[in-house]
């Protein structure tokens, strides 16, 4: 049975780190184009970072470049998301989705292109 369960959300400060985890199972993640997404309370949907098969390319979201990094570890089938600088912006619910082949370059964040996605991790970002 394909899962893919989150966690790591937490309420942070202004400023501060959090990692989430997204651990997979019935499925071998680096086989598949992994990402992040988040969904702010009362907005869409958006991509976050995601990284492809093998690890070679990431992408990000121009909101959170320099600030977020998406990584994987293979013997843990768990794909990351170290997220630094935190912005009250940045609380959403995050969910971690696998695309069963290479991620599309130009558009990584096309959400029909998932097919597996995670219930979600709350973070909440005071200041």
């Known amino acids: 049975q394909v899962q893919l369960v989150e966690s790591g959300g937490d309420s942070v400060q202004a400023g501060g780190s959090l990692r989430l985890s997204c651990a997979a199972s019935?499925?071998?993640?680096?086989?598949?184009?992994m990402a992040w997404f988040r969904r702010p309370p009362g907005k869409e949907r958006e991509g976050v970072a995601a990284?492809?098969?093998?690890?070679?390319?990431?992408y990000y979201a121009d909101s959170v470049r320099g600030r977020f990094t998406i990584s994987q570890d293979n013997a843990k089938n768990t794909v990351y998301l170290q997220m630094n600088s935190l912005k009250t912006e940045d609380t959403a619910m995050y969910s971690c989705?696998?695309?069963?082949?290479?991620?599309?370059?130009?558009?990584?964040?096309?959400?029909?292109?998932?097919?597996?996605w995670g219930q979600g991790s709350q973070v909440t970002v005071s200041s």
């Open positions: 990284m492809n098969i093998g690890g070679l390319h990431t």
């Open positions: 989705a696998a695309h069963p082949d290479y991620c599309y370059s130009n558009f990584p964040f096309i959400i029909g292109n998932y097919r597996y």
């Open positions: 019935g499925f071998t993640l680096s086989r598949y184009c």
